[in-house]
């Protein structure tokens, strides 16, 4: 995985040195030149979804949804972007693990 945007934890317990890292759709940006702190990818699909577009790209380091509202420059598919994260949120890892967590009962 890339070390583009490791940070130094703080102000959580960590369990045997893990957290778990969520960024929304939301808070994504899409830059549509190479930006130095970001990480670089194809756009493979967009989806108009009513009051916003799903854009999927596709970078080195996996497949990364974005939302982005219609009165914002939408890319097409296959453009070449950039990705940025406005908004990083930093959590404990679960004790039970994470697919336990989460799991939907």
């Not at 945007?5 to 939301?26: A, L, S």
Request: charged share 30%; glycine share 8%.
């Amino acid at each position: 995985a890339s070390d583009v945007y490791k940070r130094q934890v703080v102000n959580i317990d960590v369990v045997d040195g893990r957290v778990v890292v969520v960024v929304r759709p939301e808070d994504i940006s899409i830059i549509e030149k190479p930006v130095e702190k970001g990480i670089e990818g194809v756009v493979e699909e967009v989806s108009f979804l009513g009051a916003y577009y799903r854009i999927q790209v596709s970078t080195s380091e996996g497949t990364i949804i974005v939302k982005k509202s219609g009165r914002e420059r939408i890319p097409s598919r296959g453009d070449r972007v950039t990705i940025l994260f406005r908004n990083v949120y930093t959590y404990r890892y679960p004790e039970k693990g994470l697919v336990e967590a989460i799991a939907y009962e």
